[in-house]
């Protein structure tokens, strides 16, 4: 049917197909026209989801295999490591603070403050929420208001927070798993635990109690049973006890 239509069109010069071509267009524009808002509301709910729709996922299809926070963190990452039972073996146990315990908590699939509609979308990115969905540890520090929100708010979970000037905590978020002791060798840090079909624990142990062998590297935080099978894990970088004391005095210094 396509040889029958379109080649006498050919046939008879190029005045018929641009005429054509005009013809079609004119239609695409009165299509494009009909679906246009009508309304300024119209145009308003069309901004919006196309807003949503950015929050939601990435702007081309894309596999992604690390976060942009969790590659940065593994370009860090110690190389003279030995494993979990030398750590357990060799290393050193610290004390470590429970500061919530919840051994009924169940892990929702889904929370309504993740919704592209909730504070604009700030939770909603779909890669974000697999990546937190993934893990079972977190690690973070209480050094930024903002960030701390942030981080609360993707756990799904929160835990009181406690700015020591002197003797910087260093947070512990375990899912379905009950510590049992924390041990530390050179930039490694092994959380052990018993296993739990739910529950959820917060940790805190201070970062004075930690001795990186290399400061330019970050530290590996694993979690494991207590003989020494991986569970999870987690790398932050190594915050000073006196953190907070240095914030103040760079910020005198800045005022001066």
């Known amino acids: 049917m396509d040889e029958v239509v379109y080649m006498p069109l050919l046939s008879k010069g190029p005045a018929i197909i641009l005429s054509l071509l005009l013809t079609l267009a004119a239609s695409s524009t009165a299509i494009n026209a009909q679906s246009l808002p009508e309304s300024p509301e119209q145009l308003e709910q069309l901004e919006q989801l196309e807003l949503r729709l950015k929050q939601l996922e990435p702007r081309e299809p ?20 030995i494993s979990i039972s030398g750590v357990i073996k060799e290393g050193i146990r610290i004390p470590y603070f429970i ?16 919704h592209s509609t909730y504070s604009g979308g700030r939770w909603s990115y779909m890669p974000t929420r697999i990546q937190y969905a993934l893990h079972r ?3 973070t520090y209480d050094i930024g208001l903002s ?6 708010q993707n756990v799904g979970i929160q835990f009181p927070l406690f700015q020591n000037k002197t003797d910087l905590d260093l947070y512990i978020i375990a899912f379905q ?7 530390t060798k050179g930039n490694q840090v092994v959380v052990t635990g018993t296993p739990k079909h739910a529950g959820v624990q917060v940790a805190t142990i201070k970062t004075g109690d930690l001795h990186p ?6 530290l590996r935080i694993q979690l494991s049973t207590p003989q020494g099978d991986e569970l999870d894990y987690s790398y932050i970088g190594y915050a000073q006890p006196d953190f907070w004391s240095q914030q103040l005095q760079k910020l005198k210094g800045r005022e001066q």
């Open 62 to 81: 894309v596999t992604i295999m690390y976060s942009p926070e969790e590659a940065e963190a593994a370009a860090h990452q110690p190389t003279d490591t």
């Open 99 to 114: 500061i919530k315990n919840d051994p009924l908590y169940q892990r929702p699939v889904y929370e309504k403050h993740w």
């Open 137 to 139: 540890l977190f690690t």
């Open 147 to 152: 960030s701390q929100y942030d981080f609360q």
């Open 177 to 183: 798993t009950e510590i049992t002791a924390v041990y």
């Open 213 to 218: 062998s290399d400061l330019k590297k970050a």
